[in-house]
């Protein structure tokens, strides 16, 4: 594990990304939703030209979606695909190609539709950002969780600790192959979920540790051993 303590999380995640994605044609990025990577969308709006990327989600909230509508603002609030739009992919004139993971149907209709076209479209990832909760979760993946051990490409999770309940991620083994892993943790809450994540097996950064990126700010620093 790198730690990188900054007062600009936002250039830094999203230089670290770049930097990590150089050299490869089409490169393969997976992003969270949540507040922690709005700066670092925004920073890749105004800096990064990733028309020759493939983007997808590390997890999505399964929600209603409504009349079919062309319009990303008619998304539900809650919407990680919506988070993106708003933050990143509607202010650069280069977005990348985007899957996202907001399917219609059931949980598990949507699971099979996402998995389907993830494996056939880009088969894996090469760099992934990530947030983390005051918890210790990431993407969808919650610290102790039966989903942990699944070898599934994505999983669906119908009892999620924080609400909504009933949500997609991708599975800890698809994270961990990403050559670029990135995660940013700010405040003191998330820098004792990332100290506990050093020694438990059952926060699930604990699997990720290897050649992971920790973009903090001083007050999540502190409370690293």
Request: hydrophobic share 45%.
């Amino acid at each position: 594990m790198r730690t990188h303590i900054t007062d600009d999380i936002g250039a830094t995640a999203g230089a670290l990304l770049v930097k990590g994605m150089a050299g490869l044609e089409h490169p393969r990025l997976a992003v969270p939703g949540g507040g922690s990577p709005t700066s670092t969308f925004a920073w890749l709006a105004e800096n990064w030209d990733g028309g020759h990327a493939q983007l997808t989600w590390v997890d999505e909230r399964h929600l209603p979606l409504g009349p079919e509508s062309s319009d990303w603002r008619d998304l539900p609030p809650q919407s990680n695909l919506k988070a993106a739009m708003a933050a990143w992919l509607t202010r650069t004139e280069t977005p990348p190609l985007w899957l996202p993971m907001t399917h219609p149907g059931t949980l598990d209709e949507a699971v099979a539709s996402f998995t389907f076209q993830f494996e056939t479209v880009m088969g894996g990832l090469d760099a992934v950002l990530l947030g983390m909760g005051p918890d210790g979760h990431i993407a969808s993946l919650f610290p102790g969780h039966p989903a942990l051990g699944r070898a599934d490409t994505c999983i669906g999770i119908e009892d999620s600790p924080k609400p909504p309940r009933l949500r997609l991620t991708l599975g800890l083994h698809v994270l961990a192959q990403a050559r670029v892993k990135v995660l940013i943790c700010t405040g003191a809450a998330k820098g004792a979920a990332l100290a506990r994540s050093l020694t438990e097996p059952s926060m699930p950064l604990f699997h990720l540790m290897h050649d992971l990126d920790v973009v903090l700010d001083a007050e999540a620093a502190r409370e690293l051993p």
